[in-house]
């Protein structure tokens, strides 16, 4: 098991950075064979992105092209009204695809350097990755990004088979990598009562009629290309401890491990970068845990309900603010959500109207 290191990558607020434009402009023929090894480069980030997860599987992210540069913009129209408010999940969301960019550039041999929220007067734009030049990818970078695909939330129970303390170091490393902090309930003596808060979350949730009926919404019968198929959906769970959510009504219930490994990540403020940040560091994580044949599934409600999230705040020693939570462990096969096409959700920039 690779414990990962900081990406050869550097990361910035409000700060430009010479791009490699000068050798794009020398020559009409350098410049013709520099755009298409970008394109090739772009079109494989691209693919990388979208696989990120989202709440609901809405996939709340559009990128904007440039010669050399992809925004990650977040896509107001695909924020849940009902379980997501404030828009942190989509952040988050578009924090993984973020992600996803820099691993799969890095893993096909450039640099990147990311600027955050590059626009103050456009918050909606949350980055701008530039792509820079040559680079030989790590093996860290290798091994993440080729897990990019195989990733996926498994809902189903898991293994009783313990997650070995090295691997558990791993994926702590990841998230402080990214600049924030993985707390495991269980160490601290906090899972029952972490447990606890979700379950309270999903009974508040149980009453909420906007949000079931947002939910409905984006729970499809059928694979759509956006939403969760039916067939990603877990079992009920026989009097476990956490109660998920898309939970297939037919079949019997199933006994989920006994100990489950629950995740708590958290950062050290919670303005909209931090969340976006957040994005980076939970995918960093799940990337480490599939890399190290882990499968994850997430428990967002208790985040989802803001008095809720504030206990959890305090529960956790009440520096930290919780942005997600999940579990970890050994699972049996699961199934892939679909995705839009790069298509749908890339536009050129300078065709933006402002
Ligand atoms: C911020 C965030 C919160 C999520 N919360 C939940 C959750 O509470 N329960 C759940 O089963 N899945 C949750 N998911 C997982 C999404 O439903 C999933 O990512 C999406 O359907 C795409 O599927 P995939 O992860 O298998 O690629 C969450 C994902 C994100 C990014």
Known sequence: ??????????AHRHCR???ARETLESSK??????VLTRSSVV?????????????????PWIFELAPDTIDVVLDESRVLGACDPEGREARLACGAALLNLRLAIAAAGRVTDTEFLPERERPSLLARVTIGPRHRPTMTERRLAAAIPRRYSNRRPFSEQPVPR?????????ARAEGARLILPAEAGSL?????????????QGLDDDFQE????????????????????????????LPGRYVRESGAPRVFEQDPLVAVLTMPNDAPMSQL?????????????????????????????????????????GTEHPQTVFRLGYGYPGVKTPRRPIEAVTRDRREVRR
């Not at 023929?29 to 520099?34: H, P």
């Not at 090295?166 to 990841?174: D, H, I, L, Y």
């Open 214 to 241: 947002e939910l409905r919404a984006w729970t499809r019968q059928e694979a759509e290309d956006d939403g969760v198929p039916a067939f990603a959906g877990g079992p009920r769970s026989a009097g476990g401890l």
């Open 29 to 34: 023929g350098r410049y013709t064979a520099m």
């Open 43 to 59: 079109t494989a980030a691209l693919e990388a992105a979208v696989r990120a997860p989202s709440p609901h599987n809405t996939q």
């Open 1 to 10: 098991m690779t414990v990962p290191k900081v990406l050869p990558h550097r």
């Open 17 to 19: 950075v010479p791009a």
């Open 166 to 174: 090295g691997v558990r170091t791993a994926v702590s490393e990841a």
């Open 277 to 317: 940040r957040a994005g980076c560091a939970m995918q960093r994580v799940l990337l480490t845990a599939t890399d190290a044949g882990l499968s994850a599934s997430f428990y967002s409600q208790p985040i989802e309900i803001a008095p809720v999230r504030a206990e959890l705040r305090d529960l956790l020693g």
């Open 192 to 204: 029952e009562a972490t447990a606890r808060l979700v379950r309270r979350a999903d009974h508040l």
